[in-house]
């Protein structure tokens, strides 16, 4: 089965984030119930994994983290989407590097790579015009107009891959604790 480990974003980011969506052309367009930062995106797995992993995870006390809009971004050359950048926070950082550990620790392969807080508003495929002039649109937005908020819920979603786009399905959720004082 093909997962990540994501964070569902905050309720009051929905209604401008879908703004600014709108504000740029072309490609495809993230529905508004799948938006979320990706904490590991863990391929195809084993349902004995994804088991091992769902247990390390609701035993693991994972540390709550800062959400802190940056800018709009295209990401890739071409641009292979248009995003929401977030600041790479403490609690932020912190709660990847928990996330990663659990997964490796249940026998989950996962890449070295660069962490990249995002959220993906739209999504351009090889050849998409609209992708190569995002520019202008970004800089009609300007700096996103979100408060920090701060993630309190972290989930293990599904992703089937389907001609209209992604199908996400969250298959567990787990609270994130707040720093002790």
């Not at 609701?58 to 071409?78: D, F, N, Q």
């Not at 590097?97 to 962490?115: E, H, V």
């Not at 209209?164 to 002790?180: F, K, T």
Request: hydrophobic letters at 45%; glycine letters at 6%.
């Amino acid at each position: 089965m093909r997962t990540f480990v994501a964070l569902p974003l905050p309720e009051p980011w929905i209604t401008p984030l879908m703004r600014a969506q709108s504000a740029v052309r072309g490609g495809r367009p993230v529905d508004a119930d799948d938006l979320h930062v990706t904490l590991a995106f863990l391929d195809d797995q084993p349902e004995d994994r994804l088991d091992a992993l769902h247990e390390a995870l609701e035993a693991k006390p994972l540390p709550a983290a800062a959400l802190a809009p940056r800018s709009y971004s295209a990401i890739g050359t071409p641009p292979r989407m248009f995003a929401l950048d977030l600041d790479a926070t403490p609690g932020l950082t912190a709660l990847h590097t928990a996330i990663r550990s659990a997964a490796r620790t249940s026998g989950i392969a996962l890449p070295r790579d660069r962490f990249r807080p995002h959220v993906t508003l739209r999504r351009f495929t090889r050849g998409d015009a609209a992708g190569d002039g995002i520019g202008p649109a970004l800089e009609r937005l300007g700096p996103p107009d979100l408060a920090s908020e701060t993630a309190r819920l972290c989930a293990l979603w599904s992703s089937v891959l389907t001609p209209q786009g992604p199908i996400y399905d969250v298959l567990a959720s787990y609270p994130l604790r707040e720093p002790a004082l």
